[in-house]
């Protein structure tokens, strides 16, 4: 089970397939990570997602694994509007961001 195909996730796992020269048998494209987890969880299949911490998970149900080959990379970007009010939380974000982005 993948996401959509107007998703960036899904063209950066399709990547890590075509390096790998896996070809999965895809049965579900899904909107929302929830729905993926959701049916992964029912025992329909597997995905391939980011990394869900802090999100609700049934641990008895999913289980996760962290691949680390091929090792993938997605390109985020961040923008504000000069002015605006910022809020402490997305203020340290976005500090935090750029000093791990230098």
Not at 24 to 52: R, Y
Not at 74 to 93: C, D, H, K, M, N
């Amino acid at each position: 089970m993948l996401f959509k195909k107007e998703y960036s996730l899904c063209t950066t796992i399709e990547k890590m397939f075509e390096n790998s020269e896996i070809s999965p048998k895809i049965i579900f494209e899904g909107e929302e990570l929830d729905t993926v987890v959701a049916l992964v969880s029912t025992g329909l299949g597997i995905s391939i997602s980011p990394n869900m911490k802090g999100k609700f998970i049934n641990q008895n149900s999913v289980s996760q694994i962290c691949i680390s080959s091929p090792q993938s990379n997605r390109i985020i970007g961040l923008a504000e509007v000069q002015g605006r009010y910022l809020s402490p939380a997305t203020r340290q974000f976005t500090l935090d961001y750029l000093s791990k982005s230098e």
